[in-house]
């Protein structure tokens, strides 16, 4: 293959060949057909929780937000119960197993910003995140760098997203560290009045929900465009 | 590794793999290990809130294919009551230790905590384990010439024997913390109370972050009754559950030189244990 008569260095130090089968993909199907083989799970079992993780995403969140602004009696819900809250938007956090979802659970909370508290979220120890209504957490919010710097640096990590608040809005960042699972409920902006509910949603994006990025009309994307491909992604 | 030389190849990358602090030496002998440099080397590795970091770009990634099958698999198990999550973060983000921890991808810690688990609770032997990867590797030596790698289990097996923990049958139908309600007796703190974070000598396991370790806070939720983490990552199904608070600290107290203003504040979750009255 390689010319050079000692480059296997470099052969073993780059990433692999996109051909060639992971290390990673040979542990899953290893650990997986034991699995099924030991009588741990079934195939069944498995493809019902693949389609479960495959439908699951941010828009109930942002649709339970829209309501909220358009329902005082609904945003008091979402505030006092949000798990019952949820279900008007669809997502039953007790589904699928029948006792929430094994790294989830059911301790829905929802933070509502207001004029002079603005709520941001965390998972100082790992990644924890309400995925039944938001989908699955996207990569930075799981790394150590934001991890880090969130909690002692809240203001300094949302000025990198793009968002600075004044000084008389006390910032409060919620590490999520036990079994609540929460999301913010950020304030209606500017500019929306006479808004449907679908327009509304369309500008309250996962970033909003998390609270590293403000609803602003016109803005129907999250903060970074930044996107890693992946080797071999979800099979559609 | 099949010959020699990339036998010496791979023992010189391991040999540039350090994982401890450059002013010790490896190996120390205890006179050479300080209190702190204790404290440090013992810190659960998940534990990284408030370390020094430096900006860089917030990526979003596309996901892996395995990635998607690694975390089903994880919540399958915990669906069929083999182990609860916290039995999982407890392998995957601190067993592991930290130079895994920091050095290998996301899923890959997830996928390790799975290969421990059934292994420590004898689902499988190392040789199963084993043979099966070399199996895989061997199925796919050739390239995946573009297709994608498959799982093929020789049959299904029969699950009737196999030991699984009572929650995932108690819990059903009610939810989890749901299911341990009442059991925690009366709430020691109630909203409004001033509190203290224990110093406590954790040791393997602990979910209360060492950043506020001491600390003094106010209690601004009573939240529920639940088994503390600390319990449920060693599936202890037998411990007692306790009452969980949120509480909220001053960001100005509780970290040295916050530049930010005096009235920025941040809540975490303790479980009682860890808490005690302040005056």
């Not at chain 2, 009573?222 to 969980?244: C, G, I, K, L």
Request: charged fraction near 25%; charge should be negative; include cysteine.
């Amino acid at each position: 293959m390689s010319e050079h008569g000692h480059d296997h260095d470099h052969s073993r130090t780059v990433k692999p060949m996109v051909d060639e089968i992971t290390d990673f993909e040979v542990l899953e199907i290893a650990l997986r057909e034991l699995c099924i083989e030991k009588g741990l799970f079934t195939a069944e079992d498995h493809r019902l929780f693949t389609e479960y993780a495959e439908h699951i995403g941010p828009t109930p969140g942002a649709r339970l937000v829209a309501k909220a602004w358009l329902d005082d009696a609904f945003k008091e819900l979402a505030i006092s119960d949000a798990v019952a809250a949820a279900k008007e938007v669809g997502i039953d956090w007790l589904e699928p197993t029948g006792f929430g979802t094994p790294s989830d659970f059911v301790a829905f909370k929802i933070l509502a910003d207001t004029p002079t508290v603005h709520n941001v979220i965390v998972c100082a120890l790992c990644s924890c995140y309400p995925r039944p209504i938001l989908g699955n957490s996207p990569e930075w919010y799981r790394t150590p760098n934001y991890r880090r710097r969130i909690v002692r640096w809240p203001r300094q990590v949302l000025s990198e997203f793009g968002l600075q608040l004044p000084d008389d809005v006390e910032v409060r960042v919620e590490d999520s560290n036990q079994k609540h699972r929460f999301m913010v409920m950020p304030m209606r902006p500017e500019g929306t009045d006479g808004w449907t509910e679908d327009q509304l949603t369309e500008i309250i994006t996962r970033d909003c929900l998390i609270g590293v990025a403000l609803p602003r009309p016109g803005i129907t994307t999250n903060v970074t465009p930044l996107v890693r491909a992946a080797i071999r992604p979800i099979e559609a | 590794m099949t010959d020699a030389a990339e036998r010496a190849q791979q023992l010189a990358l391991v040999s540039r793999l350090k994982t401890i602090f450059p002013e010790v030496p490896e190996w120390p002998t205890p006179d050479m290990i300080t209190h702190d440099h204790y404290l440090a080397y013992m810190k659960t590795s998940h534990d990284v809130g408030g370390e020094l970091d430096y900006p860089h770009p917030y990526e979003n990634k596309e996901e892996e294919q395995w990635e998607l099958m690694t975390y089903v698999l994880c919540e399958v198990l915990g669906m069929r009551g083999i182990w609860v999550s916290e039995e999982r973060r407890r392998l995957a983000n601190v067993d592991v230790g930290r130079a895994i921890y920091l050095g290998l991808p996301y899923y890959s810690r997830w996928l390790w905590s799975v290969g421990r688990l059934l292994m420590e609770k004898k689902h499988i032997s190392w040789g199963e384990l084993t043979d099966r990867l070399a199996e895989v590797q061997a199925r796919y030596a050739g390239g995946l010439n573009g297709q994608r790698p498959k799982a093929e289990p020789k049959f299904e097996g029969d699950g009737s024997g196999v030991s699984r923990n009572k929650h995932h049958l108690e819990a059903a139908g009610v939810g989890d913390p749901q299911c341990f309600a009442g059991q925690a007796g009366v709430a020691k703190f109630n909203v409004g109370d001033k509190v203290k974070v224990r110093d406590l000598p954790a040791m393997f396991y602990t979910r209360t972050p060492e950043y506020c370790r001491g600390a003094e806070g106010t209690i601004a939720e009573v939240t529920y009754e639940s088994p503390a983490p600390e319990d449920e990552a060693w599936d202890r199904e037998d411990a007692e559950s306790e009452w969980f608070y949120i509480v909220r600290f001053n960001q100005a107290e509780l970290w040295d030189n916050y530049t930010g203003p005096k009235n920025d504040t941040l809540q975490t979750e303790i479980p009682e244990r860890w808490l005690e009255a302040v005056g």
